[in-house]
């Protein structure tokens, strides 16, 4: 019972830095909003680790900062080529392996149709 709670505890730490803790409003309705949006966020950062980083030790089970300071902030050009799409960044960054590797990944999912 306890190592659940610890979990729930663990997620909802998560939710607070990505968003949920800063309610910008004391109107019900841009709140409702913001935890929509914060619900969405949250969603996209577990789906990314799961479907682009689940072979990566330490992106794998990254916290949100984690993230966003490794994968989401870095530099990078989305280039356009050939009708192709080039992802250029620093190759002296330490993740840069496993950052290409999530972006092929993600690039050769299948459509929602």
Same mark, same amino acid.
Not at 16 to 26: D, E, I, N, Q, V
Not at 43 to 67: G, S
């Given at each position: 019972?306890?190592?659940?709670?610890?979990? &729930?505890?663990?997620?909802?730490?998560? =939710?607070?830095?990505? +968003?949920? +803790?800063?309610?910008?409003?004391?109107?019900?309705? %841009?709140?409702? =909003?913001? %935890?929509?949006?914060? +619900? %969405?966020?949250?969603?996209?950062? &577990?789906?990314?680790?799961?479907?682009?980083?689940?072979?990566?030790?330490?992106?794998?089970?990254?916290?949100?900062?984690?993230? /966003?300071?490794?994968?989401? /902030?870095?530099? =990078?050009?989305?280039?356009?080529?050939?009708?192709?799409?080039?992802?250029?960044?620093? /190759?002296?960054?330490?993740?840069?392996?496993? %950052?290409?590797?999530?972006?092929?990944?993600? =690039?050769?999912?299948?459509? &929602?149709?």
């Amino acid at each position: 019972m306890h190592r659940h709670h610890a979990v &729930v505890e663990d997620h909802v730490r998560a =939710a607070k830095t990505t +968003g949920l +803790g800063l309610l910008p409003s004391a109107s019900w309705r %841009i709140n409702t =909003a913001w %935890i929509l949006l914060t +619900g %969405i966020a949250r969603d996209l950062d &577990v789906w990314t680790r799961l479907l682009a980083f689940h072979d990566h030790p330490l992106l794998a089970k990254a916290e949100p900062a984690t993230m /966003r300071e490794l994968v989401y /902030r870095l530099p =990078a050009r989305l280039a356009h080529h050939a009708r192709r799409r080039w992802l250029r960044f620093d /190759r002296d960054h330490p993740h840069t392996d496993a %950052i290409a590797t999530a972006w092929h990944r993600l =690039a050769t999912l299948p459509a &929602v149709t």
